[in-house]
């Protein structure tokens, strides 16, 4: 697992830009609008999540448009699955003793 990415991931500001893009594609200004943040700062954070892979862009006449690219997250997704497996056995468990209690 590259950690790298759970570095890039570990920024809230680029998981509120990602969660932006979930929607769809967005220029860079929709993006500064929403986040309420300077455009060199959503610049930088749209540079380093094109450099994971995370995003791609394109130019849309004098507008670039960003897009989410998920395949890099299914890395992320297969990873927290051994997680899941364990959690769903220790709530399933205390479920059991829940309702063995009433």
Same mark, same amino acid.
């Given at each position: ?5 759970f570095?890039?991931l570990a920024?809230p ?6 969660d932006?893009?979930?929607d769809?594609?967005?220029?860079v ?15 930088k ?11 791609? =862009?394109?130019?849309d006449?004098? =507008? ?11 890395e992320?997704d ?10 769903r =056995? ?5 479920k059991?003793?829940l309702?063995?209690d009433?």
């Amino acid at each position: 697992m590259d950690t790298a990415l759970f570095e890039m991931l570990a920024e809230p500001s680029r998981r509120r830009v990602l969660d932006l893009l979930l929607d769809r594609d967005r220029t860079v200004g929709e993006l500064v609008d929403r986040l309420r943040m300077s455009q060199p700062a959503v610049s930088k954070h749209l540079r380093l999540l094109r450099d994971a892979g995370l995003v791609e =862009s394109r130019v849309d006449g004098q =507008s670039r448009v960003y897009s989410l690219r998920a395949e890099p997250l299914a890395e992320v997704d297969a990873w927290l699955s051994r997680y899941r497996k364990f959690w769903r =056995s220790k709530l399933g468990a205390l479920k059991r003793h829940l309702e063995r209690d009433n």
